[in-house]
C-alpha cells in the first residue's frame, strides 16, 4: 500500500485587529454616510479648479441674482458671481483651516497633556493656565484673540487653535495620568529608557485613540467656528470666497435671493455633521465599553 499524502489545508488569510475594527466601524450606516458625505466634499476642494464652470471671483454684472438654472447650478450673487463655484472653491478655505487648527491644536495639547500628567510639579501650573482658557467661551475667546491680532487667514487659524488646545491637552492629561501608573511604564523606567522615549514612544502610542476622536471633532468645531467669525466680519478678509463670508455677504440680499445663504449654509452644515458623525463612530469604537454595542 501506498502512503497517503497529505495535503496543505487552505486557510484564508487572516485580517488584521485594526482591519477587523475599521470593517466593523464602515458597517454603521450613519458613520458610512458621514464618511461618504466628507469624501465628496474633500474631493470636490481637491479638484475645485476642474469642477468649476467659472472663477470664484469672475463677475458678470449682467447676470447677477440669476436664480439656479443650467447656466448657473446654485444661481449668481449681487454681482454675477457663479455661486456653485464659489461653494466648491469655500470648501477649498474651509478645509484647509479646519485642517490647520487640528494639526496646531494636537501637536499643542499633547505637548501640554503629556507633560502635565507626567510631570506631577509642573501639572498645577500648566493645568491652572488651561482651566483659566477654557473658562471663556470658545467663540468669544476667537473674537477677541482675532481683534488683537487682525483680521486675516493665518490669524483666524492661530487664534482658533489657541482655543481648541485646551481641549486636547486635557484628554491628553487625563490619559496620561492613567498610563504612567501601568507595569510597563515602571518597567521601562527600571530599565533605563529616556524619559522622552517613555512619553512618546510608550505613552503617546497608548493614548492616540482618545486623540483621534478629539482631532475629528475640533475639526468640525473649527469649521463652524471660522464660519461664524466670518459671518460676524471678524474672520478672514471678504475677498476669500469662505462658507461663512458668502452668508455674510449674501444675507442682505436673502429675502429675494434665498440662494446666497441656503448653498454655502448646506455646505457648512453637511461637512460638520459628516465629521461629527465619523468621530461618533471612532469615539465608539475605540472605546472598550461602546465596542460591544457595535
Known amino acids: 500500500m501506498s502512503d497517503a499524502v497529505a495535503l496543505p489545508i487552505a486557510r484564508a488569510p487572516s485580517r488584521s485587529p485594526s482591519a477587523i475594527l475599521i470593517g466593523k466601524l464602515f458597517r454603521r450606516k450613519l458613520v458610512l ?62 478645509l484647509m483651516i479646519g485642517a490647520a487648527v487640528v494639526l496646531i491644536s494636537v501637536t499643542g495639547g499633547v505637548l501640554l497633556g ?12 500648566i493645568m491652572r493656565v488651561v482651566d483659566a482658557m477654557m473658562s471663556f ?8 484673540l482675532v481683534a488683537v491680532l487682525g483680521a486675516s487667514m493665518t490669524n483666524v487659524i492661530l487664534a482658533l487653535a489657541i482655543v481648541y488646545t485646551p481641549r486636547v491637552a486635557r484628554v491628553v492629561r487625563a490619559s496620561t495620568l492613567v498610563v504612567r501608573e501601568l507595569l510597563f511604564i515602571e518597567a521601562a523606567r527600571a530599565l533605563g529608557v529616556s524619559t522622552w522615549r517613555i512619553l512618546f514612544i510608550h505613552i503617546l502610542n497608548n493614548i ?17 467656528a471660522e464660519a461664524g467669525l466670518s459671518f460676524l466680519g471678524v474672520g478672514v478678509p471678504p475677498e476669500l470666497p469662505t462658507w461663512g463670508t458668502m452668508i455674510a455677504s449674501g444675507q442682505q440680499f436673502a429675502h429675494q435671493a434665498i440662494w446666497l445663504v441656503v ?24 472605546d472598550p465599553k461602546l465596542r460591544k454595542a457595535i
Open 33 to 94: 454616510a458621514g464618511a461618504a458625505i466628507l469624501l465628496i466634499v474633500t474631493l470636490l476642494a481637491l479638484f475645485a479648479p476642474w469642477i468649476t464652470p467659472y472663477g470664484p471671483m469672475a463677475m458678470k454684472i449682467s447676470d447677477r441674482m440669476q436664480s439656479p438654472r443650467l447656466a448657473h447650478w446654485f444661481g449668481t450673487d449681487e454681482l454675477g458671481r457663479d455661486v456653485f463655484s464659489r461653494v466648491v472653491f469655500g470648501a477649498r478655505y474651509s
Open 114 to 125: 503629556l507633560t502635565a500628567g507626567f510631570f506631577r510639579r509642573l501639572d498645577g501650573p
Open 137 to 144: 467661551p470658545d467663540i468669544l475667546l476667537a473674537i477677541a
Open 208 to 224: 492616540a485613540s482618545p486623540i483621534l476622536v478629539q482631532a475629528t471633532f475640533i475639526f468640525a468645531y473649527a469649521v463652524l
Open 263 to 286: 448653498f454655502p449654509g448646506v455646505a457648512i452644515v453637511l461637512s460638520a455633521l459628516s465629521l461629527q458623525m465619523v468621530g461618533d463612530g471612532f469615539r465608539d469604537l475605540l
